[in-house]
């Protein structure tokens, strides 16, 4: 139940890469989503045809063996494994979260080695920032990385990481000047391998179930100092301009989500008969199907406008990246929601997918920054004069 939508003057190379995803999503990837939630396992089936296509890491630059996908590209990529399977969609986006510090500030030697090793598919990429103590104030984090000759020894917890137990790499931001607060945190690369490594139980969600979200437990990780990805202080830099990014895949994410919710309310509508007619037959119902296209088509042009600031670098992304990741997933969570009421007590059920996609979009307002930081990036962009007029 596929619905025709307007494109954003996609090119024909962005063209295809959209209809190569959906085609692989609607053979490899949909057909396997609600088992992958009810279950609670791990969409092996997605990351084995992800990987397969190069779907997996899709931004990683061709000089490192990747695709070399644009933000667009990328974007759309996102968008429609998260049609398909939320939960499967955090595969390329938490590849790009996690790898993107590297790629932006680490060294040419860190880029060939763990760029490399991504595109590959020789292990994924995951994001370690917040901590039980420090989420929303990620700069009052406690993890330590005290140097020792040509080594830093890592102590400390992360949690709510996406993908951890999975990944083999991650990137962790830790304090290495506690009198500094954000100028005294420092960004580095840890394996799954490292000795003193560990995880705790996967989280008990609500949605993205698929994907296994664990504490890292950090005990006397010795790594070489070279693992440092930019200077000594850079790394809380690193990661905001990281997110700066990443919201933006949040943003695709969130409008797949949406997209899979209408295009199945919309099929539903037509096909379900009350009073002797289709259920789509009647205006109010129609109204509630208008919004729902509506907003979700102003999501993907906000996104798209987004992944094209981001591409360039343009001096506006933290403003567009900000507003991209919280309009589009308060439309995810809206639509979905909506999407459940179109279907009456079946949508309520979970022999239909809209009470998942549902329970899946809620995420999208939390994490890579709740909503309502989201609008404290946005205000302080807005009184910095930070923002352009397309």
Not at 51 to 61: E, G, I, S
Not at 87 to 111: D, F, R, T, Y
Not at 324 to 336: G, I, L, N, Q, R
């Given at each position: 139940?596929?619905a025709?939508?307007?494109?954003?003057?996609?090119?024909?190379?962005?063209?295809?890469?959209?209809?190569?995803?959906?085609d692989?999503?609607?053979?490899?990837?949909?057909?396997?989503?609600?088992?992958?939630?009810?279950?609670?396992?791990?969409?092996?089936e997605?990351?084995d045809?992800?990987?397969?296509?190069?779907?997996?890491?899709p931004?990683?630059?061709?000089?490192?063996?990747?695709?070399?996908?644009?933000?667009?590209?990328?974007?759309?990529?996102?968008?429609?494994?998260?049609?398909?399977?939320?939960?499967?969609?955090?595969?390329?986006?938490?590849?790009?979260?996690?790898?993107?510090?590297?790629?932006?500030?680490?060294?040419?030697?860190?880029?060939?080695?763990?760029?490399?090793?991504?595109?590959?598919?020789?292990?994924?990429f995951?994001?370690?920032?917040?901590?039980?103590?420090?989420?929303?104030?990620?700069?009052?984090m406690?993890?330590?990385?005290?140097?020792?000759?040509?080594?830093?020894?890592?102590?400390?917890?992360?949690?709510?990481?996406?993908?951890?137990?999975?990944?083999?790499?991650?990137?962790?931001?830790?304090v290495?000047d506690?009198?500094?607060?954000?100028?005294?945190?420092?960004?580095?690369?840890?394996?799954?391998s490292?000795?003193?490594?560990?995880?705790?139980?996967?989280?008990?969600?609500?949605?993205?179930?698929?994907?296994?979200?664990?504490?890292v437990?950090?005990?006397?990780?010795?790594?070489?100092?070279?693992?440092?990805?930019?200077?000594?202080?850079?790394?809380?830099?690193?990661?905001m301009?990281t997110l700066?990014?990443?919201?933006?895949?949040?943003?695709?994410?969130?409008?797949?989500?949406?997209?899979?919710?209408?295009?199945?309310?919309?099929g539903?509508?037509q096909?379900?008969?009350?009073?002797?007619?289709?259920?789509?037959?009647?205006?109010?119902?129609?109204?509630?199907?208008?919004?729902?296209?509506?907003?979700?088509?102003?999501a993907?042009?906000?996104?798209?406008?987004?992944?094209?600031?981001?591409?360039?670098?343009?001096?506006?992304?933290t403003?567009?990246?900000?507003?991209?990741?919280?309009?589009?997933?308060?439309?995810?969570?809206?639509?979905?929601?909506?999407?459940?009421?179109?279907?009456?007590?079946?949508?309520?059920?979970r022999?239909?997918?809209?009470?998942?996609?549902m329970?899946?979009?809620?995420?999208?307002?939390i994490?890579?920054?709740?909503?309502?930081?989201?609008?404290i990036?946005?205000?302080?962009?807005?009184?910095?004069?930070?923002?352009?007029?397309?």
């Amino acid at each position: 139940m596929s619905a025709e939508y307007p494109m954003f003057a996609l090119s024909e190379e962005h063209q295809a890469v959209r209809e190569a995803v959906r085609d692989l999503c609607d053979a490899k990837v949909a057909p396997y989503a609600a088992d992958v939630d009810e279950q609670a396992r791990y969409p092996q089936e997605a990351a084995d045809a992800l990987l397969a296509a190069d779907f997996h890491a899709p931004h990683v630059p061709e000089a490192y063996g990747g695709a070399g996908a644009d933000a667009l590209a990328t974007v759309i990529v996102i968008e429609e494994v998260a049609r398909a399977c939320a939960s499967s969609s955090l595969i390329p986006a938490v590849n790009k979260l996690g790898s993107l510090p590297v790629q932006l500030s680490g060294s040419e030697e860190l880029k060939k080695h763990y760029l490399g090793k991504l595109a590959a598919g020789e292990g994924g990429f995951s994001y370690c920032l917040s901590e039980p103590d420090a989420g929303s104030d990620a700069a009052g984090m406690k993890t330590r990385a005290v140097r020792d000759g040509d080594t830093y020894v890592l102590n400390g917890v992360k949690r709510w990481i996406t993908n951890a137990g999975v990944s083999e790499y991650y990137t962790v931001m830790a304090v290495t000047d506690p009198e500094k607060r954000s100028r005294g945190i420092s960004a580095f690369v840890v394996e799954k391998s490292d000795e003193g490594v560990s995880f705790g139980a996967p989280e008990k969600k609500l949605g993205i179930k698929g994907s296994p979200t664990r504490e890292v437990y950090l005990d006397n990780v010795r790594i070489p100092a070279d693992r440092m990805i930019g200077a000594e202080g850079t790394g809380f830099e690193t990661a905001m301009k990281t997110l700066d990014h990443t919201r933006v895949t949040i943003a695709a994410q969130a409008v797949g989500i949406a997209q899979g919710a209408l295009d199945y309310a919309l099929g539903y509508a037509q096909e379900r008969k009350q009073f002797g007619k289709p259920i789509s037959d009647f205006q109010g119902l129609q109204f509630l199907l208008a919004d729902m296209g509506m907003k979700v088509e102003a999501a993907r042009q906000m996104t798209y406008a987004a992944a094209g600031k981001s591409e360039r670098g343009d001096k506006d992304l933290t403003f567009f990246g900000a507003a991209a990741k919280c309009f589009a997933s308060d439309v995810a969570m809206e639509v979905t929601t909506n999407a459940v009421q179109v279907l009456g007590g079946y949508g309520f059920t979970r022999d239909y997918p809209v009470e998942r996609m549902m329970r899946d979009a809620k995420i999208t307002q939390i994490y890579e920054g709740t909503n309502q930081v989201q609008r404290i990036v946005m205000a302080r962009q807005l009184l910095a004069g930070v923002q352009s007029h397309l």
